[in-house]
């Protein structure tokens, strides 16, 4: 059947235009919570599927993403857009880009180490400083813990003790 | 049971997310309570996004509620237009905040269970309840952490903290007795491969909670006489006022829509 509708690919451009409301330097798609794009019959109309996994579980950015999702491929002609709440697998930080954690070192806020804690692990309390937390500014890893949530769910606030700037570092969640 | 509660088309699921949902946004209210009054800035950032957290959890499980009820109610009807008698969270999250020992100590006790719980419902039969609680259960990793290192702090601080954690901790310990006592409706749901065995999570929580009081030079109360209650609807004084409290715009304004 031939159809007059974009192509997935185009599709997920398209979306990779869309900032994190909370992070506008990083797109939702550097976050990694867009996790599938595919057209299908809906009661005999066509209708682009999202499926959307949410980062943390009270965070109110998502309320914004998904009218911004439904927004922007609106004015793309897709009037029919249907979104897939996702919450399994669970997000993690594991899925962040690396260009989107080059973004956010560029935008001063310290991307997260590559892995996320495991929450099956046993509690440890000291587990909370991430060793690889580093000054976005002067690049140096002499940093302090000073709160372990910040202006957002997602980031705690340290110190720089080479620089003494404070900074927000995303955690690895 | 009360009439609503045994309308709906699985009785023991409904009660059972109900539980879950209470209890995260019952804790969720009372630390929201804390906005703009925190000790220090940092903590008052920590509170409020503790307390986003388990309001977003209490969210998913009740709308989960809702569906399985079958009638139509969602998270907000659910939460903004039930009263007391039909609350279901365990006893310990109405409790009063208190000075910041007793948030601390009511914290600490909670969000230790609280993680085992949900590393135990990650493995529910119930693919829904499944995900929820694997979800919950990396922010609550997150939680559990801090309130420890808060003990740790108050315990081995100054004479005046570590008497006040000390008496928070033994004012909130009689009301833990009801994290690890299963029902006739936690049974059903075991059974059914849903929920998991309460009783089992007593040696770990029981494990990692002494050895924090330990580290923190504090004596771990022993176990007596528990309060119960807070599952089968029977609250404290308390609850009535954070309900009139949260529940008073949805109910004066019932058009109103977020």
């Keep these: ?173 | 049971m009360s009439g609503p509660l045994s309308e709906a088309r699985d009785a023991a699921l409904f009660v059972f997310l109900l539980r879950l949902g209470d209890s995260a946004l019952v804790l969720g209210q009372r630390l929201a309570g804390w906005t703009a009054h925190g000790p220090a800035l940092e903590e008052d950032l920590a509170l409020t996004n503790v307390a986003l957290d388990l309001v977003g959890h209490a969210r998913m499980w009740l709308d989960y509620a809702g569906e399985v009820e079958g009638r139509g109610r969602d998270a907000d009807r659910l939460a903004y237009f039930r009263d007391q008698s039909e609350y279901r969270n365990v006893l310990l999250v109405e409790r009063p905040n208190g000075n910041y020992a007793d948030t601390t100590a009511r914290q600490f006790l909670f969000d230790t269970w609280h993680l085992y719980l949900l590393q135990a419902l990650g493995a529910s039969r119930d693919e829904r309840i499944s995900a929820i609680a694997s979800k919950a259960a990396r922010e609550a990793a997150y939680h559990v952490r801090r309130s420890g290192d808060w003990v740790l702090r108050l315990g081995d601080g100054t004479e005046t903290s570590h008497a006040r954690i000390q008496a928070a901790i033994g004012d909130a310990w009689p009301y833990t007795g009801e994290f690890f006592a299963p029902d006739a409706v936690d049974d059903e749901l075991l059974a059914r491969g849903v929920a998991c065995d309460l009783r089992a999570l007593y040696t770990p929580w029981d494990a990692h909670v002494s050895r924090v009081l330990q580290d923190a030079t504090l004596t771990r109360p022993d176990d007596g006489w528990m309060h119960a209650g807070g599952k089968t609807g029977k609250h404290t004084e308390a609850l009535g006022y954070l309900l009139a409290e949260m529940q008073s715009v949805a109910r004066s304004v019932t058009a109103a829509r977020w």
Excluded: Q
């Excluded at chain 1, 997602?154 to 927000?168: G, I, Q, S």
């Design chain 1, 1 to 173: 059947m031939v159809r007059d509708e974009p192509a997935i690919a185009e599709i997920w451009t398209w979306l990779g235009e869309i900032p994190d409301p909370e992070i506008p330097a990083i797109s939702i798609l550097d976050l990694g919570i867009v996790r599938d794009v595919s057209w299908s019959d809906d009661e005999g109309e066509r209708a682009l599927h999202v499926a959307i996994t949410p980062t943390y579980s009270g965070c109110p950015a998502i309320r914004a993403i998904e009218r911004e999702i439904v927004r922007l491929l609106g004015t793309r002609g897709i009037a029919r857009v249907a979104l897939d709440v996702r919450l399994a697998p669970a997000w993690t930080t594991d899925w962040l880009s690396i260009a989107g954690r080059e973004k956010l070192r560029d935008y001063g806020i310290s991307p997260p180490r590559a892995r996320a804690i495991d929450p099956n692990a046993p509690i440890d309390l000291t587990s909370f400083v991430d060793e690889r937390a580093a000054c976005p500014r002067c690049g140096s890893s002499a940093v302090e813990l000073v709160s372990r949530f910040g202006s957002t769910p997602c980031k705690a606030l340290y110190r720089c003790t080479a620089c003494r700037e404070p900074f927000d570092h995303f955690k690895a969640h």
